[in-house]
């Protein structure tokens, strides 16, 4: 083995971001050959990655990109916030959502099998994984396509990466507004965007539940109906965008909100890293 300078191991530690055990011992091995002892810690972190496959990847960033008329949103995830705000994660989003981009890949399945650096997004992905030395997944994508889009990205920790991200596609001028919408779904968090959008099994399922509560606490058979829709009411503000009161004034609702704008949401996607 041969030895090698502080220098180097500075300088290879600044472009892998690796370890400073992990790189003096690679730089050792490979006699002082950068090349080398780059394939080393690839082939050292590489066995790694199998032995992380089940652990779980709670933290992360999202980030978004638009032009063209297509909007899109991923989610990248790591195991620890050390690593979410490191730079080479970082970069590695980017990268990942470049390729992303290009390929037109609207789902993780289809962006991991398109094309990057040379082979695919998801051996850049476990190429990166392995110099990092943590699990590191792409877990969602999404790709909206509208004629406007608001994009919010929310950092829940000020030294960490946005770690909430929301896609807003509309049509209209009023920008400002959009993106108060925008900040609006990153809290209240809307699983749909109107009522009607809401799946039938899922509307019965809460009529049922309402109904039961209702008669379990006594109320008047004939007045329980009319409790129902009121429950289901407060059932659709919380699911569905429109019905939803306006974040920044609670006597408005949404809808009311986008007409006095002049806007119409046509679609909407939320992410929140580990959620």
Request: some cysteine; hydrophobic content about 40%; charged content about 30%.
């Amino acid at each position: 083995m041969g030895k090698v300078s502080l220098e180097d191991i500075k300088k290879l530690r600044e472009q892998l971001g690796t370890g400073m055990v992990d790189t003096k011992n690679a730089l050792e091995e490979a006699g002082g050959d950068v090349d080398k002892a780059i394939e080393i810690l690839r082939l050292k972190g590489a066995k790694g990655n199998a032995k992380r496959a089940d652990r779980s990847t709670s933290e992360g960033l999202v980030a978004s990109h638009d032009a063209n008329g297509v909007a899109y949103l991923i989610e990248l995830a790591c195991e620890t916030d050390f690593v979410a705000k490191n730079d080479k994660f970082i970069a590695l989003a980017d990268s990942v959502l470049e390729a992303i981009v290009a390929s037109g890949a609207d789902s993780p399945e289809a962006a991991l099998a398109a094309p990057a650096a040379g082979g695919t997004i998801a051996s850049m992905i476990d190429d990166q994984a392995a110099i990092i030395g943590e699990k590191v997944e792409l877990r969602r994508v999404s790709k909206l396509v509208g004629e406007s889009f608001a994009v919010y990205l929310h950092r829940t920790n000020k030294d960490l990466p946005p770690q909430v991200g929301v896609v807003v596609a509309y049509k209209g001028a009023d920008q400002e507004t959009a993106r108060s919408i925008a900040q609006h779904i990153s809290f209240a968090d809307p699983q749909y965007l109107s009522k009607d959008d809401v799946p039938a099994d899922a509307v019965e399922n809460e009529r049922r539940i309402v109904e039961e509560i209702s008669r379990g606490e006594g109320k008047p058979e004939a007045a329980v109906p009319k409790i129902v829709e009121g429950r289901l009411g407060s059932f659709f503000k919380q699911v569905a965008l429109l019905e939803q009161e306006y974040a920044r004034d609670n006597k408005l609702q949404i809808k009311q909100v986008l007409e006095q704008a002049g806007l119409t949401v046509t679609g909407f996607q939320r992410f929140r890293v580990g959620a």
